[in-house]
């Protein structure tokens, strides 16, 4: 058969799951002698790539193919996501689709004009309709890194594993060795958010759906700040707040939770306070109280019992895949980037969303300086000055509370020394490449923790955005009808059989987003009961969250 009929065949079959992919191949040139193709004694066409000397180099094996793909498959382990670099002749990717404990494969090559070559040699119609199977083509390390974030979850797919053809990876050894790199990096991610959600998914989703019938109440939409101080509960706070309290032009007080004790002892009252963690502990930073001027922002997965210490809190979405759900089918709130995994982050985005200019940083410290942890008046503080007795001194609750983890001396040791954590570390790292991104002007002020490093910042406060309003659109309809309408979502959800991505290419946009809002609830439930596979693990989330939404429809008197 001709190039042309391959070709247009398996675009065709391409476009179904990705036509931007067959878009760009079909302006791609099949003529430019990438690859020479060799029969095999199996009767298969082998791809050979061509170097600058015209010396061929088959892919696959010249004697048979197949029983090649077949062999290198079954080195694999029991991972369920393959990455494969080189789509080659498809021998070795047709043989890990035979696998029924791969949910998904994602094969990266470069050289679109090298991979329409190959599409015009043979047919790959049945690895392209498979709906685990996903190409990618000459993607960029972010493409790459963002692609990995979005398709990979460890709780559909298990593990994951990298397999080379290696004549392909070779050839472009630096372009294959930056997508690795890039690969790695989205694992460090998934990985860490994937923990997270093993431990609070169904502290999340129980935390949510209470806060609803809150979260229904209006509150007064905020206008635009121009300048914004953030105050953090590291200690160098306790010698800067009276440079803030002195200030004659008082900035818009964002505090984190935290801090918020801190401030109030100091005789300073914050304009607005952030929290986002979904554990009870984070009541004790309100124990002193919230004060009657000062809003309380919080993430919808907060604790009720936090957002029952104002009576018309500020919710936001953080992001978890339910949030997003109530935000498009309920009632629309505000989005709050808190990916960078602590309150100053949230703090930041925060004064970020509403539009500031200009911001400050106190108390940002993300180490403890000189050994000590927190600012004076923290719930932490005070904790252990009323724990303190003869037998178990302030100095011996401190110490064991800092070495509770591995720490690292960092900085000068007669003078701005500090001890930092690898969690702490990545909080600063993360900051700083938010502040990358921003508009607004952002200065640290100079206190004793780890150096946070902004030199990048443009700080081109003047194209920051001053139109927007901190407020949640009208609700669809009341909150209990729109929980039990969830609920009725969940329990029409399919029974899972065969790979995920299968399945899920069956169910209708609204349904894979329900579906999705699972998720975090299923890596808890995983974490406790690992023997689960995958549909049982889903039967059970399904079970576990309308059992939830059923016991709070009862409590509120609607079944």
């Not at 049945?126 to 890194?145: C, K």
């Not at 900085?411 to 490449?433: F, H, I, V």
């Not at 059989?497 to 995983?526: C, D, H, M, N, R």
């Amino acid at each position: 058969m001709n190039k042309g009929f391959y070709f247009e065949r398996n675009l065709l079959a391409l476009s179904r799951f990705d036509p931007a992919l067959c878009s760009r191949l079909s302006g791609a040139e099949t003529t430019r002698g990438r690859y020479r193709f060799i029969e095999s004694r199996s009767g298969e066409s082998i791809p050979a790539l061509v170097d600058n000397s015209g010396a061929a180099h088959p892919l696959h094996s010249l004697v048979d193919p197949r029983r090649e793909g077949k062999r290198l498959i079954s080195t694999l382990g029991n991972e369920g996501f393959l990455i494969i670099f080189g789509l080659g002749g498809g021998f070795h990717i047709e043989a890990a689709l035979e696998k029924t404990t791969i949910e998904g494969i994602t094969v990266i090559d470069f050289d679109i004009h090298g991979v329409a070559e190959l599409l015009s040699s043979r047919e790959y119609i049945g690895i392209f309709n498979d709906p685990r199977f996903r190409l990618l083509v000459d993607p960029s390390a972010e493409a790459l890194e963002q692609y990995i974030l979005d398709r990979y979850k460890p709780v559909i797919c298990g593990g994951i594993s990298l397999l080379p053809l290696r004549t392909r990876a070779d050839f472009s050894q630096g372009l294959f060795n930056q997508a690795g790199e890039a690969i790695k990096s989205a694992i460090d991610m998934v990985s860490a958010d994937y923990s997270v959600q093993a431990y609070f998914g169904k502290r999340w989703f129980s935390n949510i759906i209470r806060n609803i019938a809150q979260a229904e109440q209006n509150t007064v939409p905020l206008a635009p700040v121009h300048s914004v101080a953030i105050c953090a509960a590291g200690p160098s706070l306790d010698a800067q707040i009276p440079l803030l309290a002195e200030r004659k032009n008082r900035p818009f007080i964002i505090a984190a939770d935290t801090a918020l004790p801190a401030l109030i002892s100091a005789g300073l009252t914050p304009d607005a306070v952030v929290s986002i963690d979904c554990q009870h502990i984070s009541y004790y930073h309100f124990m002193a109280g919230l004060p009657e001027q000062t809003l309380l922002f919080l993430d919808l997965a907060s604790p009720p019992l936090v957002a029952s210490r104002s009576p018309r809190p500020y919710f936001f979405s953080g992001g978890h895949p339910l949030t997003r759900y109530i935000s498009r089918y309920w009632r629309p709130i505000p989005e709050v980037d808190t990916s960078g995994a602590n309150v100053t982050y949230a703090a930041l985005s925060l004064a970020e969303y509403l539009c500031a200019r200009n911001i400050e940083l106190y108390g940002a410290d993300f180490s403890y300086p000189r050994g000590t942890s927190y600012a004076r008046g923290t719930y932490i503080r005070s904790l252990f000055e009323n724990k303190q007795n003869r037998c178990i001194p302030l100095e011996a609750l401190h110490s064991a509370f800092l070495y509770r983890t591995p720490l690292f001396k960092q900085g000068d040791e007669n003078n701005s020394w500090y001890y930092e954590t690898k969690p702490m570390a990545m909080y600063r790292l993360r900051l700083e490449e938010k502040v990358r991104s921003m508009k607004a002007r952002i200065v640290v002020v100079p206190g004793m923790g780890a150096p946070i490093r902004l030199e990048t910042n443009t700080g081109d406060n003047r194209t920051a955005d001053t139109l927007r309003l901190f407020s949640s659109g009208k609700a669809a309809m009341g909150a209990l009808e729109f929980l039990a309408q969830y609920r009725a979502g969940i329990n029409a959800l399919p029974l899972l059989q065969g790979p995920v991505y299968s399945f899920l290419t069956g169910l209708s946009k609204e349904e894979t987003i329900i579906f999705t809002t699972l998720l975090p609830a299923a890596a808890a439930l995983k974490r406790s009961a690992p023997e689960l596979d995958t549909p049982e693990l889903f039967d059970a989330v399904k079970k576990y969250c309308v059992g939830e939404l059923e016991k709070l429809l009862g409590i509120w008197g609607m079944r």
